[in-house]
């Protein structure tokens, strides 16, 4: 990859993980107090909702610079997250370690479950699983994406 592209890769990336940040900033606003407050809840679960997809796009970004393709399909969440923890042996390295991947797609789970309950009310412990995974990864995440710039030459701001 040019140097060029590389120095917008980075940078589209550091947006993205700007946007994570913020999210993680309102997820810690609103996790306090929804056991018994359902607005609350609702909003917690919504940014779980949104840093998923942050997460999301972020590899969005790494697909259409590497592999060239971003197909959308029966199973195609599941499906790219998993290409996300997989080296492209003369492509690009690993962005996710399998730690990480676990975590995300049991993210990637409540997100859908999260998407598709219009009627039904929020499950508080589901919810609570959803939150403890996105605080796990909140340890990892910036490591992981700055090992895979790493590994392409890119070097930290």
């Excluded at 946007?19 to 929804?34: P, V």
């Excluded at 962005?95 to 929020?122: I, N, P, Q, T, W």
Aim: glycine share 4%; proline share 1%; with cysteine.
């Amino acid at each position: 990859m040019e140097e060029s592209a590389l120095a917008i890769l980075k940078a589209d990336l550091g947006s993205q993980l700007q946007l994570i940040r913020d999210i993680y900033s309102k997820l810690d606003d609103r996790k306090n107090g929804t056991e018994h407050d359902p607005i609350r809840l609702e909003a917690m679960c919504y940014q779980l909702h949104n840093l998923f997809c942050a997460f999301e796009d972020a590899f969005k970004i790494i697909a259409e610079r590497f592999e060239n393709q971003v197909e959308e399909a029966s199973h195609w969440y599941a499906e790219f997250l998993k290409r996300m923890k997989a080296e492209i042996q003369g492509v690009r390295p690993a962005v996710l370690s399998e730690e990480s991947y676990e975590l995300l797609d049991e993210m990637r789970a409540f997100r859908h479950v999260f998407r598709h309950a219009y009627g039904k009310e929020l499950d508080y412990a589901k919810a609570v699983v959803a939150l403890n995974k996105a605080e796990l990864l909140r340890n990892r995440h910036a490591g992981e994406f700055q090992e895979f710039l790493g590994k392409l030459g890119v070097t930290k701001t």
